[in-house]
């Protein structure tokens, strides 16, 4: 069975300087995707960014970057120049194909000014 | 491009009530799932579809959860009879590769 875990309840990040959040995730598969979603208070779901375990170089997206670490089992999404609209619940999930994604218990970030 | 649709947005129930939740993906998308997520949580898949087939239904409280998707497209939820407990937002989602596009959710409220 898949585990997510976020280690994480809450962060808080100054406006403009960069934080990490961690994501650990447990599988037996070898053909996998990582997600990071985000989760305003509207609560609608926004994909942030996504990683293909077969590949080896890190995903980015703009500001967001992850570090995978395939070997570890480990997913952090590192968010650069942080900014008032970046707070939001943050979710790690993992899925093999289109099935089956599990997600972890999410992480809140709060953005000061 | 039309995201996931879902309605309604709120719902308050008496326990023991039956209540159901709408949901249209986004055209083309075979795949549709729902999700459970209470206050406080990830969201814990419930059911998922393959056009009109169910491909993994292992956590649906089958008992009082129910969910169709006639015509391989929209797709209902129902639960009766409703108990506290299934107090949570219902999310709607949809894919065709591997990722997955949310609707705006139902917030449940069971009294």
């Known amino acids: 069975a898949q585990t997510v875990t976020q280690s994480q309840p809450e962060m808080s990040v100054q406006e403009a300087e960069t934080v990490t959040l961690s994501c650990t995730y447990d599988?037996?598969?070898?053909?996998?995707?990582l997600f990071w979603y985000k989760q305003p208070p509207s609560r609608q779901m926004i994909l942030v960014i996504r990683q293909e375990a077969y590949k080896q170089q890190n995903a980015t997206e703009n500001r967001f970057s992850v570090n995978f670490q395939k070997a570890a089992k480990s997913f952090s999404l590192k968010i650069s120049d942080s900014q008032l609209g970046d707070a939001a619940m943050y979710f790690c999930a993992e899925a093999y194909n289109n099935n089956d994604m599990r997600f972890g218990a999410g992480t809140r970030l709060t953005v000061k000014p | 491009e039309a995201g996931v649709a879902q309605s309604p947005r709120y719902k308050i129930i008496e326990k023991r009530q039956s209540v159901a939740f709408w949901c249209n993906p986004i055209?083309?998308?075979?795949?549709l799932y729902w999700y459970q997520q209470i206050l406080g949580q990830g969201p814990k898949l419930l059911i998922q579809?393959?056009?009109?087939?169910?491909?993994?239904d292992s956590q649906l409280p089958k008992d009082r959860f129910s969910a169709e998707r006639l015509k391989g497209v929209d797709s209902t939820l129902k639960i009766q009879p409703a108990k506290l407990e299934d107090s949570a937002v219902y999310l709607c989602a949809s894919s065709k590769l591997a990722e997955q596009f949310f609707g705006p959710g139902t917030r449940l409220t069971v009294l």
């Open positions: 599988t037996s598969e070898s053909d996998y995707y």
């Open positions: 055209s083309g998308h075979a795949t």
């Open positions: 579809f393959q056009n009109n087939g169910v491909v993994d």
